[in-house]
């Protein structure tokens, strides 16, 4: 029965393997010798863009419903719905985000990767039952100093 429930949260287990791969992917662009490429932050705005576009579509696609044995999540459609809802502010949010950073000629890839990081524990957020997860799961929002 848990590992059912565990395919239940499928779509935030990829966004973390999309964060990585994006992160992997990004500082290998630009620090390799070979290539010597320049990140844009269009090409950056468009990985962020798709990883969004994918989850919102396998958060829609999720059927399943119940809790967790630990009792620590729970999932439900309607909490499908809110984090449906939660991501498509999430896309509409990121073009000003964006275009902050195209007028400030920041090049900071970093940045998004705390966005999507940000995104990833609201998502957990939405299907937590007890406070000491709500806790970590804020302290997992926080960019500290």
């Known amino acids: 029965m848990d590992t059912l429930l565990l395919k239940a949260f499928l779509p935030e287990f990829i966004l973390a393997f ?8 990004n500082n290998h662009l630009l620090y390799s010798k ?11 705005f468009f990985q962020i863009l798709f990883i969004l576009i994918s989850i919102s579509a396998l958060v829609i696609n999720v059927q399943i419903e119940g809790t967790l044995s630990n009792g620590l999540f729970f999932t439900s459609k309607n909490l499908g719905l809110l984090k449906f809802f939660f991501l498509i502010v999430a896309i509409l949010l990121l073009t000003p985000i964006w275009r902050s950073f195209v007028l400030e000629n920041l090049n900071f890839y970093e940045f998004f990767s705390f966005f999507l990081f940000s ?4 998502l957990f957020l939405v299907n937590v039952l007890d406070l000491i997860s709500v ?10 100093d």
Do not use: P
Request: hydrophobic share 60%; net charge positive.
């Open 135 to 144: 806790y970590l799961l804020v302290e997992m929002q926080k960019v500290h």
């Open 34 to 44: 070979k290539y010597n490429f320049i990140l844009s932050n269009k090409e950056l």
């Open 119 to 122: 995104i990833l524990a609201s």
């Open 18 to 25: 999309f964060i990585l791969v994006q992160l992997l992917f």
